[in-house]
């Protein structure tokens, strides 16, 4: 069995030296810059800000809006929903497809904003590091989730899957090695479901230890009712009653 490390990034944003006057331009730019480039402008707000509060504007979207006066199209490009797109590559695809219908329209297609106003395309660059929380059990396992920084949480739910952009069985780094690590496959699908994106990073971590801790409670009274010391009637038909109640 393998121990679970516990990861974490720091983010370095780089400017790619692509920029757009135009939808024209912004949209041969999404096209052209890296995939690091799309997540940057669609994720960081996940990263940077502990509380969510009216569902953020991606930086493309705000560009479009308030610099080139498109609300529509911004608009378009905001309700993409990121739970929706395992890949980079799918997102990208996606916002290209909400810019598309534009082009039959030569003057919006070809507008340009005043001088200043571009959009510069800028990417996050990653240093992954490793922290000093490790498990090799559910039990290190939920003390770990309970010590470590957001933003290891954010690259094990969020940003290690993205990146990875292989078909995998799990969705995200926990729910891998509770499956396939320990055979937990309840719980890894429980972990699986649990949608990033819904809160802040620190409601994913509540949210993440709300699937967690019962299932370390079932396992204590596994445990206590398999052992060979006697047990009475009351106190084994309580802990039965518990483990299923859940």
Avoid at 106 to 134: D, K, M, N
Avoid at 208 to 217: A, E, G, I, T
Wanted: glycine share 6%; aromatic share 8%; proline share 4%.
């Amino acid at each position: 069995m393998h121990s679970f490390v516990f990861m974490t990034s720091v983010q370095s944003v780089q400017l790619t030296g692509v920029r757009a006057s135009n939808l024209a331009e912004f949209h041969d730019g999404l096209e052209k810059v890296d995939g690091s480039s799309i997540y940057h402008h669609t994720h960081r707000f996940y990263r940077t800000h502990s509380y969510l509060g009216a569902t953020p504007l991606s930086d493309f979207a705000f560009w479009v809006r308030e610099n080139l006066r498109e609300d529509a199209l911004a608009e378009g490009i905001a309700s993409l929903d990121l739970r929706d797109f395992d890949t980079i590559r799918d997102l990208r695809n996606a916002i290209l497809a909400v810019l598309a219908p534009m082009r039959e329209n030569p003057s919006r297609w070809e507008r340009r904003v005043p001088p200043g106003l571009e959009f510069h395309f800028s990417r996050s660059v990653s240093l992954i590091l490793p922290t000093h929380q490790r498990a090799h059990n559910l039990e290190e396992f939920i003390r770990a989730v309970e010590r470590v920084d957001t933003s290891c949480l954010y690259y094990h739910l969020i940003e290690a899957p993205l990146h990875l952009q292989e078909t995998r069985h799990w969705r995200n780094d926990f729910s891998a090695w509770l499956g396939g690590s320990l055979g937990l496959d309840t719980l890894a699908e429980s972990v699986a479901a649990i949608d990033p994106y819904r809160r802040d990073l620190e409601g994913l971590r509540e949210d993440l230890l709300n699937v967690l801790r019962p299932s370390r409670l079932r396992r204590m009274i596994d445990n206590i009712l398999a052992r060979q010391e006697p047990v009475t009637g009351v106190v084994s038909s309580f802990l039965r009653r518990s483990k299923g109640g859940e």
